[in-house]
């Protein structure tokens, strides 16, 4: 299995709180993605990074930041945790080399109350 | 990014072949055709990708016809154990597309025993 790890697993927080969820890797892998995945749905992409300090925006990136440091770690903030962010959040990272798989970490189950 | 249409759900009988279909009409020429699958809301788990050609691993073969315009996804001898949700997705060679995933809604495959 790839080395990547979610941190939490399972969280509850407030309405109105500030959230930060942690995807580490030990596979040197250039790209990291941040998904989220609601009832009935499949994956959608929060944000991405493509390097250090390089991201940017996915399809459902309202309420959301991110930040990557250093290659291993790429965070996940919700500034301001609202109901709606109820969710499972899946990291994915993927080597720089084109055709190649990503991998998935096991997800954060997230419940804003 | 070019679209894919899959069937909501199929069954398939424990032992026997299954196979999953996706269309894919508006297939760009350097997008490679991806299939991932998710058990039990943990990550998703690859399985197998091509570009043009037929592929086959330990897991899975992939068959794309001619055109390119669909494919067809075969576990040769499928067991309760795969039982998921399976998704077919486009993902473009290019630089500017970072490896990013769109996931649809997927095809939620029965096995029975």
């Known amino acids: 299995d790839a080395g990547i790890t979610q941190s939490p697993r399972h969280k509850v927080t407030e309405t109105g709180t500030p959230v930060t969820l942690r995807c580490h890797q030990t596979?040197?892998?250039?790209?990291m993605y941040w998904y989220r995945q609601d009832p009935g749905h499949g994956l959608r992409l929060i944000h991405y990074?493509?390097?250090?300090?390089?991201?940017d925006k996915g399809e459902v990136s309202d309420g959301y930041s991110v930040s990557r440091s250093k290659t291993e770690d790429f965070l996940l903030t919700l500034e301001s945790a609202t109901s709606s962010q109820t969710s499972v959040y899946f990291c994915?990272?993927?080597?720089?080399?084109?055709?190649?798989?990503?991998?998935f970490g096991q997800g954060t189950r997230l419940t804003v109350v | 990014d070019a679209k894919t249409t899959q069937p909501p759900s199929m069954d398939c009988a424990e032992g026997r072949a299954a196979n999953l279909p996706c269309n894919h009409s508006t297939i760009s020429g350097n997008e490679y055709v991806y299939w991932y699958r998710q058990i039990h809301s943990q990550g998703p788990q690859y399985i197998i990708h091509?570009?043009?050609n037929n592929e086959t691993n330990e897991m899975a073969s992939l068959i794309i016809t001619e055109d390119r315009k669909s494919s067809t996804l075969i576990l040769p001898h499928a067991t309760l154990r795969d039982t998921a949700v399976y998704y077919c997705?486009?993902?473009?060679?290019?630089?500017?597309?970072?490896?990013?995933?769109?996931f649809g809604q997927g095809t939620i495959l029965t096995v029975h025993p």
């Open positions: 994915a990272i993927r080597d720089q080399t084109m055709n190649t798989e990503a991998f």
């Open positions: 091509g570009l043009k």
């Open positions: 997705i486009l993902m473009g060679a290019g630089g500017t597309s970072y490896g990013k995933l769109t």
């Open positions: 990074s493509y390097g250090v300090k390089d991201t």
């Open positions: 596979e040197n892998h250039r790209y």
